[in-house]
């Protein structure tokens, strides 16, 4: 069974900085590409960020230059780190797992991050 457990949300300034973290079982990081989402209360999901298999990352324009994904092999876990945090950089964060063959994706629960003074 597949799980992925996200943490590490919370509130925090303008401009201030958090590093969520999506520690994941039943399956390993590395086989497979580990995005991030994030959902605003009213607006559809939306993908921040994604790390390929191969490590190359690729980020949403919005979170470019601030936000960087990582993955650790051994913890089996991927990382968010967001730095320069905007009010708009408010919503739930999830972590999502996919595969092609066959296709699947498996999600997180999901991590508040509020930006706010």
């Known amino acids: 069974q597949v799980q992925l457990v996200e943490s590490g949300g919370g509130l925090v300034q303008p401009g201030g900085f958090l590093r969520l973290s999506c520690a994941a079982s039943?399956?390993?990081?590395?086989?497979?590409?580990m995005a991030w989402h994030r959902q605003a209360p009213g607006k559809q999901r939306e993908l921040v960020g994604l790390i390929t298999r191969g490590g190359t990352t690729t980020y949403d324009d919005s979170v470019k230059g601030r936000f960087t994904i990582s993955r650790d092999n051994p913890k089996n876990t991927v990382y968010l780190q967001m730095n320069s945090l905007k009010p708009e950089d408010t919503a739930v964060y999830f972590c999502k797992a996919s595969q092609l063959f066959p296709p699947r994706d498996d999600w997180g629960q999901g991590t508040q991050v509020t930006v706010s003074s």
């Open positions: 039943g399956i390993t990081v590395s086989s497979r590409t």
